[in-house]
């Protein structure tokens, strides 16, 4: 488990943009490891926002002479005046509902952003329309008290921090484990056994599987595209031996993911009947998706008004069309186009791009820097116990932070290369 922290104004990549607070192995944590850790980082981020050293410690007790803080007690952090907000809470719904502590998505209310109703606890196993689950998933007027936070973690204890605060996250929900997955993973099955409305394909499933990668790899060269699947398999997507057993989903890394779209888009524009409604809403979701992703890349950290009606208007158009292939697959007695609970924290992402776009706190950077973290650790362990592990990792951190701050990384790395 890693904690940590940076600015979100920072576009360099994630050892120069994020700072360590706290890491501790996943394998020997309890109920009570925690508690003790977010006491001392609550403090610190009061004192970060009062922009002052702590005239208090962690307890609230006044702070003893023999205290390592108590010469610089009540002391401005800078000599400029400057201070620290939390402006954004980084994580998967996962992260948010089993460590922060907010409801989880099969909750009767799944949502800490508005206060919807879930009908259905078993949605994963369920089969339903966009519009039944849209309005289980009711959206009504934001009250004062859901700003509050709805859990007793330590960090909303922190002045000014509620779940309002809590960002959606755009790589969990939209392209990885997300709507993509289904969306994607859906037109891919469609593809490969399909030709036409409920038509069966002629070519075999694994051999039309080769053409359609054939023809991205010539779409991905046409939108320049940086990330690219090397491979594709039926059982990606799907099972092979019983493809129609199980809902595709698209099972790739986030920005393999976010990448294939627009190039996908490209291919069924050409292989796809524009005379065929199915395969009409297939090329309108994919277009309305890319188009939405094509925005927030595109725009600054803060929506201009005419930006977040376009978010809100794509957005529509594509649950629209996914609504319609929802229903198509239902009359048709498919397992395509499935609906889960992220569409709705999707809308929740694209309303919420309003007061910060989406691309500014989704986790494509935060899930890098815990891979570093993570090799860092390794490094460290053998021969180390599990639970003296983060001590081991604090001191490699810190020589690792002195050489980023004190060297030119991209000299000092070409220098050593040259030695």
């Not at 934001?142 to 921090?161: D, M």
């Not at 950290?301 to 929802?326: I, T």
């Amino acid at each position: 488990m890693v904690w940590s922290f940076g600015c979100l104004l920072s576009l360099f990549g994630s050892l120069d943009s994020h700072l360590l607070m706290a890491v501790f192995p996943k394998s020997c944590t309890s109920t009570s490891t925690w508690a003790p850790l977010w006491k001392w980082l609550a403090w610190s981020f009061k004192a970060l926002l009062d922009g002052r050293h702590p005239e208090v410690d962690p307890d609230n007790n006044p702070l003893e002479k023999g205290s390592p803080f108590y010469l610089a007690k009540g002391q401005p952090l800078t000599g400029t005046g400057f201070r620290g907000a939390i402006w954004s809470i980084q994580g998967d719904h996962d992260f948010f509902s089993n460590v922060l502590g907010l409801p989880h998505w099969k909750n009767l209310r799944p949502c800490w952003e508005c206060d919807c109703r879930n009908d259905d606890t078993d949605l994963g196993k369920s089969v339903h329309t966009i519009k039944p689950a849209l309005q289980r998933y009711v959206f009504v007027d934001q009250k004062e008290a859901l700003a509050k936070a709805a859990s007793n973690h330590q960090i909303f204890q922190i002045p000014g921090v509620t779940s309002r605060i809590v960002r959606g996250d755009g790589l969990h929900i939209m392209f990885t484990k997300g709507i993509y997955g289904h969306l994607l993973g859906s037109i891919l099955h469609y593809l490969c056994w399909k030709d036409g409305s409920g038509v069966a394909q002629s070519v075999s499933p694994k051999k039309r599987l080769g053409v359609i990668f054939e023809a991205l790899q010539k779409a991905y060269q046409e939108e320049n595209a940086t990330t690219r699947l090397t491979n594709l398999r039926l059982s990606m997507f799907t099972q092979e031996k019983t493809p129609h057993a199980q809902r595709p989903f698209l099972t790739a890394k986030g920005g393999e993911c976010k990448h294939l779209a627009p190039a996908l888009l490209l291919v069924c524009r050409k292989i796809l009947n524009n005379a065929n409604e199915v395969d009409q809403h297939i090329v309108l979701a994919l277009e309305s998706i890319c188009n939405l992703v094509k925005l927030f890349d595109t725009c600054p950290m803060f929506l201009s008004p005419e930006d977040h009606v376009s978010a809100m208007e794509l957005a529509k158009e594509f649950l629209d069309s996914y609504d319609w292939l929802n229903k198509w697959a239902l009359e048709k007695g498919t397992l395509l186009f499935h609906v889960v609970i992220k569409f709705h924290t999707f809308m929740h992402l694209v309303r919420n791009s309003k007061f910060l776009n989406p691309r500014f706190h989704w986790c494509f950077k935060s899930e890098d820097f815990v891979g570093r973290i993570s090799k860092l650790a390794h490094s460290v362990s053998m021969g180390t116990k599990s639970t003296h592990l983060s001590v081991k990792i604090a001191a490699k951190y810190v020589l690792l932070m002195h050489l980023r701050l004190t060297r030119d990384a991209c000299g000092f790395f070409a220098q050593e290369a040259e030695i």
